[in-house]
């Protein structure tokens, strides 16, 4: 199993950025994906997720509105479109998978300041 994450940076707040996770090495269309982030000194948080099946999708309170999740099957590939970033939003976001198995991706760090 292997994940490639991209499109972490640094952006200052009102920006956007957006979050790919290639997959490869499982069923991706089976698994559920979700991104989630862990700010220094803080646990690991669930951003958003969006299930493997009929596309549904949910998110944390914190970025309702700002941010969205996406798949493309076809591409095996999940994104998070990052939009109105806030210093909060500063953390390493992960890719996981969630299926038969739970899978986890290295992490892309998001810096969002001045």
């Known amino acids: 199993v292997q994940f490639v994450e991209s499109g972490g940076g640094l952006v200052q707040p009102g920006g956007s950025l957006r979050l790919s996770c290639a997959a490869s090495?499982?069923?991706?269309?089976?698994?559920?994906m979700s991104w989630y982030r862990q700010a220094p000194g803080k646990e690991r948080e669930l951003v958003a997720r969006?299930?493997?099946?009929?596309?549904?999708?949910n998110y944390a309170d914190s970025v309702k509105g700002r941010f969205t999740i996406s798949r493309d099957n076809a591409k095996n590939t999940v994104y998070l479109q990052m939009n109105d970033l806030k210093p909060e939003d500063t953390a390493v976001y992960y890719c996981?998978?969630?299926?038969?198995?739970?899978?986890w991706g290295q992490g892309t760090q998001v810096t969002v300041s001045s």
């Open positions: 090495g499982f069923t991706f269309s089976m698994y559920d």
């Open positions: 969006i299930f493997s099946v009929g596309g549904i999708t």
């Open positions: 996981n998978a969630r299926g038969k198995r739970d899978y």
